[in-house]
């Protein structure tokens, strides 16, 4: 089992950046693929990235490619997510998820991942 805490969101204006971190703790950080969703008043949770065990692939959404980096940490247990030229409409409470099955899958839908963080909010402005 692990255990998810999300951090580092807030309020942004338009065009700035931020980077949200996921300390996990519990069983090995490395056995974990981990994923980026968010959700947004009135609208089902959406994936945003996910990364590979060791970190060696990355995948995102269309509408932060370019925009958003996903990385991990295995040695701090810690996934990342910086998120640069912020758009209104990325704002969203995210949330930072691990897939503990140890196959790869699909990485894009939430119903395959086993633990979720509480999330973080992220407001961009204007």
């Known amino acids: 089992q692990v255990q998810l805490v999300e951090s580092g969101g807030g309020l942004v204006q338009a065009g700035g950046s931020l980077r949200l971190s996921c300390a996990a703790s519990?069983?090995?950080?490395?056995?974990?693929?981990m994923g980026w969703f968010r959700q947004a008043p009135g609208k089902e949770r959406e994936f945003v990235a996910a990364?590979?065990?060791?970190?060696?692939?990355?995948y995102y959404a269309d509408s932060v490619k370019g925009r958003f980096t996903i990385s991990r940490d295995n040695a701090k247990n810690t996934v990342y997510l910086q998120m640069n030229s912020l758009k209104p409409e990325d704002t969203a409470v995210y949330y930072c998820?691990?897939?503990?099955?140890?196959?790869?899958?699909?990485?894009?839908?939430?119903?395959?991942?086993?633990?979720w963080g509480q999330g973080t909010q992220v407001t961009v402005s204007s």
């Open positions: 519990g069983r090995a950080f490395s056995s974990y693929f």
């Open positions: 990364i590979s065990w060791s970190g060696g692939s990355t």
């Open positions: 998820a691990a897939d503990g099955s140890l196959i790869f899958r699909r990485f894009d839908v939430t119903t395959q991942y086993d633990y």
